[in-house]
């Protein structure tokens, strides 16, 4: 069964620096797409960033400079580095599995609330 | 703004039908058959209904089903059941440059 558990989350204040974690199972993270989303409070979903099975990493432009995703393969887990953080990046962050081939997301994880504050 | 335009709400009553718009422009929904649709419950994460425009995973009942004309997608639930009332949010590939675009969601109410 696949799960995937979102960790990491919670209260910092702007210009702060926050990494999220995301603990599959059931698959490989290393030989499949995985992305986060988004969602402010209230809002709809708002994809940030992809990487892909062979490393490639890409960034929507509202984050991109100040976040990073990457992986560690031995613990089949997936991180975002977020750095310089706003206000307007307060949101709900999940992490999902993303099918290349049809362009969707098939599994996503329960999400982890980041709130950026003074 | 959400790239993608789709109704704030809709509403039915048991047992009758609604469909949930989803438009685009020429760079995403109208050139790729790649419109993927979630339900999102209050306080969970979404969940996948339809990818490919019109393709139900496994274990998505078939009264949810997608289409698409131009540069419109849509959702259609038949035979609304009190447990569809949720949140419902579009999204489509935009090319490479863009990569992937959500519509701003629609609340369904079950009258």
């Known amino acids: 069964e696949v799960q995937l558990v979102e960790s990491g989350g919670g209260l910092i204040q702007p210009g702060g620096s926050l990494r999220l974690s995301c603990a599959a199972s059931?698959?490989?993270?290393?030989?499949?797409?995985m992305s986060w989303v988004r969602q402010a409070p209230g809002k709809g979903l708002d994809w940030v960033s992809l990487?892909?099975?062979?490393?490639?990493?890409y960034y929507a432009d509202s984050v991109k400079g100040r976040f990073t995703i990457s992986r560690d393969n031995s613990k089949n887990t997936l991180y975002l580095q977020m750095n310089s953080l706003r206000a307007e990046d307060t949101a709900v962050y999940y992490c999902?599995?993303?099918?290349?081939?049809?362009?969707?997301?098939?599994?996503w994880g329960q999400g982890t609330l980041v709130t950026v504050s003074s | 703004q959400s790239a993608l335009t789709q109704p704030a709400s809709v509403s039915g009553s048991p047992g009758q039908s609604i469909t949930i718009s989803c438009t685009g422009t020429s760079s995403d929904v109208g050139s790729y058959n790649l419109v993927s649709w979630y339900q999102q419950h209050p306080g969970k994460a979404p969940k996948l209904m339809i990818y490919e425009g019109s393709k139900r995973p496994s274990g998505v009942s078939n009264r949810f089903s997608g289409s698409k004309s131009g540069n419109t997608a849509s959702l259609t639930i038949s035979g609304l059941q009190a447990e569809d009332e949720a949140d419902y949010y579009c999204?489509?590939?935009?090319?490479?440059?863009?990569?992937?675009?959500f519509g701003g969601g629609t609340k369904l109410t079950v009258l």
């Open positions: 990487i892909y099975s062979g490393g490639n990493t």
């Open positions: 999902a599995r993303f099918t290349v081939t049809g362009i969707f997301f098939d599994y």
């Open positions: 999204c489509s590939y935009a090319g490479s440059t863009t990569g992937v675009v």
């Open positions: 059931g698959f490989t993270v290393s030989s499949k797409y």
